[in-house]
């Protein structure tokens, strides 16, 4: 991780790290779920729209402990910027049932959700953001956003690990986890695909895209690579495999606080 930082920076990038969960943090809702956290993977605890940073309602208790080291490492960036500051709905604290819920939500996690202009595309799998957390999140916006809903097999946790989009007209996908086929904006576009397993094993989709030219992808996927720059794509190739075993690799890794718009 220290070493994509050191990439990331050399390239003009701020980056921000979340401050280390307290003890108390981590026993946040230990009655239901064993004190301990993560921390690799801030995509998820947030989600930035425009000048609305929101933080997210998420699936399972232990990732809902990830919010606090955050929420300090951003506190002066935050309030010292235009940004509209707002958490989802707090998650009933409710034990894991039967078919492995942990309740109602609304749920709705960053890595589930891509921006496409004013389209916003949200996976739901069963294992983390679910309808009502679609339903808060277009409520929340208005008319100016048009929120869709992704459906995905189960075996994958979300959206961004079985889509990636480098930019306009290119998309990296696995087409095994769409339960209802791709999503409408795909239609036109230019696709990579990759099997099942550099998908869900290597997350091979879970890129950081920098811009619409350049994409940092791990060293383990080298078909993938030749595939991005035979599309015009720079591609940076650096290890990650001690983060991607996790479950989770590039986007998983970051969350960008401000974005460039066309609109």
Same mark, same amino acid.
């Given at each position: ?15 921000? %790290? ?52 955050? %929420?300090?490492?951003? /506190?002066?960036?935050? /309030?010292?910027?235009?940004?509209? =500051? ?10 894991? /049932? &039967? ?32 309808? &009502? ?13 048009? =929120?869709? #809903? ?16 480098? %930019?306009?007209?290119? /998309?990296?996908?696995?087409?095994? &986890? ?33 811009? #619409? ?44 606080? =401000? ?5």
């Amino acid at each position: 991780m220290d070493a994509a930082i050191a990439i990331l920076e050399e390239r003009g990038v701020t980056v921000h %790290r979340p401050e280390r969960c307290t003890h108390d943090e981590q026993k946040y809702l230990d009655n239901i779920f064993p004190a301990s956290v993560i921390q690799f993977y801030p995509r998820d605890p947030m989600l930035v729209i425009g000048n609305r940073f929101i933080e997210t309602g998420q699936f399972f208790p232990l990732r809902r402990r990830e919010r606090f080291g955050i %929420r300090r490492a951003l /506190a002066d960036r935050l /309030a010292n910027s235009n940004a509209q =500051v707002v958490s989802m709905p707090p998650e009933p604290p409710t034990p894991e /049932a &039967a078919d492995g819920n942990w309740g109602p939500g609304p749920f709705l996690e960053g890595g589930d959700t891509f921006l496409v202009g004013r389209d916003i595309y949200v996976g739901v799998s069963g294992n983390a953001s679910n309808s &009502a957390g679609v339903q808060w999140l277009q409520q929340y916006l208005g008319a100016d956003y048009r =929120v869709h #809903e992704v459906k995905l097999t189960k075996k994958f946790l979300h959206l961004d690990c079985c889509l990636a989009t480098p %930019r306009e007209g290119l /998309a990296i996908i696995c087409k095994e &986890a769409f339960v209802g086929g791709l999503p409408a904006f795909l239609k036109d576009w230019d696709l990579i695909e990759l099997p099942y397993v550099e998908a869900k094993e290597m997350l091979g989709c879970n890129g950081l895209v920098l811009d #619409e030219k350049t994409i940092m992808i791990h060293t383990d996927l080298p078909q993938l690579s030749k595939a991005l720059k035979n599309a015009g794509q720079e591609v940076i190739e650096t290890p990650f495999d001690a983060v991607y075993r996790f479950a989770g690799a590039f986007r998983c890794w970051h969350h960008p606080l =401000v974005r460039e718009s066309k609109l």
